[in-house]
């Protein structure tokens, strides 16, 4: 029986690393395997996360990733990279990342217990895919399989071979969804200062689409002339793209002071105004708040930057509260499509069965990884994916095998 694997990204690694005793071959366009893998988690691996929720996955069926899921966990995955000789570690955020917090300790592992279990062609890019004769058109070659395991990626990061090319062979044969990018940042309607550009800071960021709060990330928050992006953001971002995909209006809502509530934090200013009622309300804030930020949050304010701080009004001091407490961004459009790390949408669900992958219209045919409508908010919900969904076909497949 002869499986070919489309992709030697993470899923394709996944599968082949876990299934032997079979005759696997994984082509690949790029010269070398797990390219993109490489990248994630700011060169990291990100790989699961010990904070794990369904909540934590998109797609047009909410029923579809959690058998796999639940067959293969968080936990699992951790024993399964320990097994492997890979020692792990979790930060407080519950992200599990390798211990030598390197991407490429991940990738030569896999790689190297995938080398045991399939052969591998690089450089080969498929221009091609019948179904129907089992045959995979390659710019140099083709291949005849018994069965077709697509790991090739979405449309993410083109440059590790994610270039979507996969979705414009297959879709005669097998419906795709709408697709679009996640983990990434936005453009929004409210632009600060000069000043303001490239300012950090840890705040609570609240999503809201169609006046209904969806999702909240507390974390850093990075301010550039577009808009938007920063961890906080990156949580956030795959319902944030999707409300776009769907014509939807996303707004952030920032609160700077996300320990503190309205009434703490107006009681904690009028504390330092009284201490110093001769400086001004900038002078005030300066220990509060990233300085680089004051001049727009006392502009939005609506008071004088040169305001002595005991002439505030209680009017002003409304409005400086709701700013701090809420400062609000609508969002346009997603400002980086070209280094998203994740896409949303990919093969329907509908038409794969979810306890083995394996497509419902060619019973020789399987998806794993990001090429399916599932997707993973920041945090190594991804990854984890990818592991699941590879070990639900190689159960399978391995059981035909037996």
């Not at 211990?99 to 591998?120: C, G, H, P, Q, W």
Request: net charge positive; with cysteine; glycine share 6%.
């Amino acid at each position: 029986m002869r499986v070919f694997v489309l992709g030697a990204g993470v899923a394709g690694l996944a599968f082949a690393s876990m299934t032997p005793n079979l005759d696997i071959t994984v082509i690949d366009s790029n010269d070398f395997a797990g390219r993109k893998l490489l990248a994630t988690g700011n060169g990291r691996c990100n790989f699961t996360n010990k904070n794990f929720s369904f909540e934590f996955f998109q797609s047009s069926d909410p029923e579809f990733y959690k058998y796999a899921l639940n067959n293969f966990t968080n936990e699992d995955l951790i024993k399964y990279f320990n097994d492997l000789g890979i020692d792990t570690t979790s930060l407080p955020s519950g992200r599990c990342y390798p211990s030598t917090m390197s991407a490429r300790t991940v990738r030569d592992i896999l790689y190297l217990k995938a080398k045991e279990n399939a052969k591998f062609i690089f450089n080969e890019k498929i221009i091609d895919i019948d179904l129907d004769k089992k045959l995979l058109i390659g710019e140099n070659n083709k291949y005849k399989y018994d069965i077709l395991i697509l790991a090739g990626g979405g449309i993410t990061l083109k440059n590790s071979g994610s270039d979507g090319t996969i979705f414009k062979i297959l879709e005669k044969y097998h419906p795709v969804s709408k697709i679009s990018y996640g983990i990434t940042n936005y453009k929004t309607k409210e632009k600060l200062s000069k000043a303001a550009k490239g300012s950090r800071v840890n705040a609570k960021v609240s999503l809201y689409i169609d006046n209904r709060l969806v999702k909240e990330s507390t974390d850093d928050l990075i301010f550039q002339s577009y808009g938007l992006t920063g961890t906080a953001i990156l949580d956030l971002s795959n319902e944030i793209s999707l409300a776009l995909m769907d014509k939807k209006k996303p707004e952030l809502r920032v609160d700077f002071f996300p320990k503190y509530t309205e009434d703490s934090l107006r009681n904690r200013l009028k504390d330092l105004i009284k201490r110093n009622p001769t400086r001004t309300i900038r002078q005030i804030l300066l220990g509060l708040v990233n300085d680089r930020l004051i001049g727009d949050i006392i502009t939005k304010a609506k008071i004088k930057e040169e305001k002595i701080s005991k002439d505030l009004s209680e009017k002003d001091m409304d409005m400086l509260i709701k700013i701090l407490k809420s400062m609000i961004f609508h969002v346009k459009d997603i400002n980086d499509k070209t280094n998203a790390q994740v896409s949303l949408g990919g093969f329907r669900t509908d038409y794969i069965n979810p306890k083995s992958m394996q497509s419902t219209i060619y019973d020789n045919l399987y998806f794993i990884g990001e090429i399916i409508d599932v997707s993973g908010s920041c945090g190594g919900y991804n990854i984890q994916w990818a592991f699941s969904s590879a070990k639900a076909s190689s159960d399978t497949i391995r059981s035909m095998n037996v």
